[in-house]
Structures are given as C-alpha cells and as structure tokens.
C-alpha cells in the first residue's frame, strides 16, 4: 500500500506571480500517481502539523520563532529566490507534519511505502537559515525524530540540487547517513566530494556531483559503486528521499538529463536499500516543470509497488561517471 500524505486543498503559501515553486505541483504530482492506476492502493493520511518541539529537532528556536511572527505580519521577502507569506507558516507546518504521520504510520504499521507530497520543499533549510525556496527541512525533521528513536537513517536526495541544509543539519551527527547527488555547478554551489562530515560522523555525508547532461544511468552506477558499500556498513533502519523532480531533462532550472523512468528506476534502488517493508519515506522536494513532476511522481510511486507504469524510457550515456574515481579517492582519505 502507498500511504500519501498530500492536502493541496489546505495550501496557502502563495509565492507569488511567475515563482518557479507554485502550488500547481503538487497536484501534478497527484495527477501523475492517479495516472499510473494506483488509486486503490493509495491510504490517504490526515493531515496534521508538526509541534514546535519535532521542529527544535533541526532547527533553532529563534528561527522558528523569526519564520512564525514574519508569517503572522503578511510575510515578506527572505532572500532573493525565497519568499514567505501569511499562509506560509501553516503550509510548511503542514509539510513536516505529514512526513512526521508518514514516518510513524510506517512504524507502527510495518508495512508499505509512504509518499509526502507537499510544499515548499525543504533541503536548502538551514538550523537557523531559509533560502532556495526552502522554509522549513522536512526530511531533516523526519530524519532527527526517527534518529531520537534509535533508528539509523538514510537519506538519499536525488534532486538536482545540493541539500545543502540537510548536510549542515546532520554534518556531526553519526546516526544519519546523508547521500547526495546534484548537478555540478549549480545552486547553491556546495557538495563537493571532498566534503564527507565532521569529526563525530567521519564519511557519514557521501556528495557526488554530476556534470550538466548526466543521465540516470550515471546516477544509479555511482549508487552502486559508492554508496551501495557505504550503506552496507551503515546498516540503515530507515530510509527517506529527498525526492526533487528537477534533474529531469525538460526541468527550466537545471540541466541533467533524467527521464521518468529514471526516477522509478532510483525508487526501485532505494527501496532496496531500506532493511525490509514500512522503512521508506519519498518526500517532494524541487521539480518545476509539471509534466515532469506528473510523470516521475507516478513512475516513482509505480516503481515502489512493484508496478509497471512506465510514461518515459529511462535514460543513458551521459557523463559523470568520473565521480566515483573522485568519491573513493575522499573516502581513502578518511582511513587512517
């Protein structure tokens, strides 16, 4: 079963005229899973919102305090690509909250896949910091929560952009193994192989940039020769994606090559990477062309319940796969 949380009914963060990151995405994403013919396997979550204590997990008290009195004053601008408005603050509570229900509905239930379709996206999120249209990190909170549980999480973040805000999150933190690959250069230019944690959690950020026209191929080699073995030793009990649909070829913010078929292809890996059912949680992040969301969101929940709903082929032949050579080489740079 496909537990979805999604209300974009309840979606009040309006970021204006022309903003790439529109509340007309997470309909399509919607769109895109009742196209793929899993309507009957789909258990809608009641929406909630997260608590200012799940919150503290990855964020400052006076960031969240700072976000929530902005929002309650009419909103504003917070840098030159983030905006924030009166319905903001409640939006993005929402955002968190439903992969907070999606985690502990797969906890308590042992069983299924979770889908969180909801905006803004979150991994540019800093502790104290909201930027690339990111107010709050919700994966970093769903992540932090299950990690206060004695659980071991992975995150994969597939988007086109670096997370920055969650590798800053997790940096020193053993428990969580952050793993990403983005398109090399781009916004908001971190992500280097080099940069694999701090002292307390040696190797527990893997970052593999890819050069622009990277195709999924490239993306699913480089996850078998780097972080395959690096998830092995982990041994993760959880596994969240940070799922942005903006590596896909037709995407206007980005240029890596990704087809539909590549992201139920990632989905398919992911899932293998989790220890058994009720352990993985895809959570929307970026993507902002709507067809492209359309397609990937229905591949990507198809791919996870073993369906073969496949609107695009995926891809190959692109460059990139120079980065594993780069990754192991920072990876041998850790051993003593």
């Given at each position: ?181 983005h398109q090399s250069p781009l916004y908001p230019g971190t992500g280097s ?144």
């Open positions: 079963m496909l537990y979805l949380s999604a209300q974009p009914e309840l979606d009040h963060h309006d970021t204006g005229a022309h903003h790439p990151e529109r509340p007309d995405r997470v309909p399509a994403a919607l769109q895109g899973i009742r196209a793929a013919g899993l309507s009957d396997a789909v258990v809608p979550l009641a929406p909630r919102t997260a608590t200012r204590q799940e919150l503290e997990l990855a964020h400052s008290p006076h960031y969240l305090q700072a976000i929530e009195e902005l929002c309650q004053a009419g909103g504003g601008q917070l840098d030159p690509d983030t905006v924030a408005s009166a319905g903001s603050w409640e939006t993005a509570l929402r955002a968190v909250g439903g992969a907070l229900e999606a985690v502990s509905t797969l906890r308590a239930n042992g069983a299924g896949v979770a889908f969180v379709a909801h905006r803004p996206p979150g991994h540019h999120a800093t502790a104290d910091q909201a930027m690339g249209f990111c107010l709050l990190n919700t994966v970093a909170v769903a992540a932090a929560w299950l990690a206060e549980r004695g659980e071991r999480v992975l995150v994969l973040d597939w988007d086109v952009h670096h997370g920055n805000g969650t590798q800053a999150i997790f940096w020193d933190d053993p428990r969580v193994l952050y793993v990403s690959t192989v080099e940069a694999t944690g701090g002292p307390a959690a040696p190797g527990m950020t893997v970052n593999l940039p890819l050069p622009p026209g990277a195709t999924g191929d490239v993306i699913l080699h480089v996850w078998e020769e780097i972080v395959a073995p690096v998830a092995a030793g982990f041994a993760p009990t959880w596994v969240l994606v940070s799922a942005g649909f903006d590596a896909h070829r037709a995407d206007p913010l980005a240029n890596l090559s990704l087809s539909a078929g590549d992201f139920g292809a990632l989905a398919l890996r992911a899932k293998e990477f989790a220890p058994g059912p009720g352990r993985l949680v895809v959570v929307l992040e970026g993507g902002y062309d709507l067809d492209a969301v359309k397609m990937s969101a229905g591949a990507v929940s198809s791919a996870l319940l073993g369906g073969t709903y496949h609107p695009e082929a995926p891809t190959s032949g692109g460059p990139g796969r120079q980065v594993v050579e780069r990754a192991r080489r920072a990876r041998a740079a850790l051993e003593p």
